[in-house]
């Protein structure tokens, strides 16, 4: 069944909801089901915050604290028995203050895990004594038992979980829903309530996890069956229930960093070259495109929307895995994982979102990327969106046609001639790399193609590098500021007879003046 065929609305019996609204307890039958009638249910009942617990101690568990706590391995679920996982436990922090409840369903059957301090050990034994028997879980990670100990995914705060992929390096992340993302204090942040973990039967490589999602304007049902093959895949189905009208329903919303790279670079600002754990947002469209956004660090919040109508799929990539481009061992940016989302059945009409916030760190996830269903998000709607998730290093359906591989920009003109061109007027280099461009033969030079939303393009053409095989597409954006502080929409791709031969280049370019002479002591002379 899919969001569309029913107009964004599901077909489950009201009636047979209302008859089995219990959430599964303890010791008690569980189904999904069941599950998704119970979070139905609570659609129609007042939102209920969870009680505010241990406020002082919570303050004084920073990240430092949370790293210095650890589950005992024989704590671990399932360290006795032949799984392909184990089970390991967080409890709160000062960033994850909610409680939440884990089950484990063995043999069909729901079963409460109690939480305990015993069950953790601490780096610091005095931690250890300060913390109250009922503190509860935040969350928890499954940890491959093969013998390399790879973790596979984790759960932690919201709705949010992550996962290090095929390159075992942690970075973005996913949430469950996202709710008025990009509308300031309006941003609602449902939570993972309660976890059921059905226990695998040996030689079983998929690991089943049930979610409960609480929030003051949403609830929902997930049931996600996670594997291993070499990237982490979860094919996920959500049911969500709408208590009341939010602006913005995202689905499948993913949350990484982009601070800066070749695009957009500043002198001073770090010692490192490039800071990001993704460099773009890439899409295929229900009709075939292929498009590759290049994100930036934008001088205002700026949202895109990208229209379309039954996505093939959208994810936030990290393309660009040079260690020499980041020079930082100990984070490695160049194994951070993409994530590619890839929707199951008809997803209708709506648009890829995609926010950019202005960072001037690299500790704050400043990216957001979600589906925005063109209906309207109304009090009592119902919706189901199916998908898969894979965490990877490179999107797992690339497009036959080349891709773009780097982004820059500069000064317009040429050596000699930057005096006489306006501060406003920028350079634009778009390195492409692919066999559709290597299969071309000496005579057949691509051709680009470019436009803008405002201002104009000037002397666009390309350039064969052969050193490294690409075909670079060079342009000079000239013009005035656009009105009511908006950026300028830039497209770029390569053709040749009437034929694409990539896929699409987008920029979302703020116009800045670049300064005539650059000082030593000049801390940001990119572009923003």
């Known amino acids: 069944m899919s969001a569309t065929a029913l107009a964004g609305v599901s077909a489950f019996s009201p009636l047979k ?7 599964p307890g303890d010791g008690e039958p569980f189904s999904f089901d069941a599950l998704v009638a119970h979070a139905r249910s609570l659609a129609q009942k007042p939102f209920s915050a969870p009680p505010k617990r241990y406020e002082e101690l919570l303050n004084d568990l920073g990240y430092e604290a949370f790293m210095g706590v650890h589950t005992r391995e024989d704590a671990a679920l399932w ?7 184990t089970v390991e436990f967080f409890h709160l922090d000062q960033n994850a203050r909610d409680p939440i409840d884990i089950h484990v369903v063995e043999d069909g059957r729901s079963r409460r895990l109690a939480y305990d301090a015993d069950m953790f050990r601490y780096e610091d034994p005095e931690l250890g004594d300060r913390l109250p028997d009922d ?22 705060g919201a709705s949010y979980f992550r996962s290090p992929g095929g390159l075992n390096q942690y970075g973005l992340s996913a949430r469950g829903v996202s709710i008025d993302t ?13 976890y059921w973990l059905v226990k695998p039967a040996p030689g079983d490589e998929v690991i089943t996890i049930c979610a409960l999602l609480e929030g003051e304007h949403v609830t929902g049902a997930y049931r996600m069956h996670v594997s291993r ?22 689905i499948a919303p993913l949350t990484s960093m982009f601070w800066f790279s070749e695009t957009n670079a500043r002198r001073g600002v770090d010692w490192r070259p490039e800071i990001h754990d ?40 990290q393309r660009d895995r040079a260690f020499d481009h980041y020079q ?4 490695g940016f160049e194994d951070r994982p993409s994530l590619w989302v890839e929707p199951k059945g008809d997803w209708g009409a709506g648009h890829v979102g995609l926010l950019e916030l202005p960072t001037d760190e690299e500790v704050y996830d400043n990216i957001n990327a979600f589906w925005v269903p063109q209906d309207k998000a109304t009090a009592g709607h119902e919706w189901q969106f199916d998908y898969r998730l894979h965490w990877c290093g490179d999107e797992p359906y690339p497009p036959g046609l080349a891709q773009v591989v780097s982004t820059r920009t500069g000064r317009a003109g040429g050596p000699g001639t930057y005096k006489d061109q306006s501060v406003l007027a920028r350079k634009f280099v778009i390195d492409f790399a692919g066999d559709t461009l290597d299969r071309l033969t000496e005579d057949a030079e691509p051709e680009p193609v470019v436009t803008a939303t405002h201002g104009r393009i000037g002397n666009p053409y390309v350039q064969h590098v052969e050193d490294t095989g690409r075909w670079r597409v060079i342009f000079d954006w000239k013009g005035e500021l656009p009105p009511d502080d908006t950026p ?14 990539t896929e699409t280049w987008m920029y979302a370019y703020y116009p800045q003046a670049l300064p005539r002479r650059l000082s030593d002591n000049d801390d940001a002379t990119g572009a923003s």
């Not at 499954?142 to 995914?153: A, K, N, P, Q």
């Not at 309006?186 to 993972?192: G, I, K, V």
């Not at 990237?231 to 709408?242: A, T």
């Open 135 to 156: 503190l509860g879980f935040s969350g928890f990670r499954l940890v491959d038992r093969s013998g390399e100990e790879l973790e596979w995914l984790a759960f932690k």
């Open 182 to 194: 990009g509308y300031g204090e309006d941003e609602a942040f449902p939570r993972f309530s309660a």
């Open 278 to 317: 993704s460099d773009g947002l890439a899409m295929a469209t229900g009709h075939g495109e292929r498009i590759w956004r290049a994100l930036s660090n934008p001088p205002r919040v700026q949202y895109s929307a990208f229209q379309d109508e039954n996505p093939q799929g959208f994810g936030l990539l």
């Open 488 to 501: 300028v929409e830039l497209r770029a791709r390569l053709g040749h007879n009437d034929r694409v031969l």
């Open 79 to 85: 360290a006795d028995d032949d799984t392909p996982v």
């Open 229 to 250: 093959p070499g990237n982490v895949i979860m094919d996920i189905e959500s049911r969500l229930f709408q208590r009341d009208a939010v602006q913005r329903l995202g």
């Open 328 to 331: 930082d061992p100990e984070v």
């Open 17 to 23: 909801a209302l008859a089995q609204a219990k959430r």
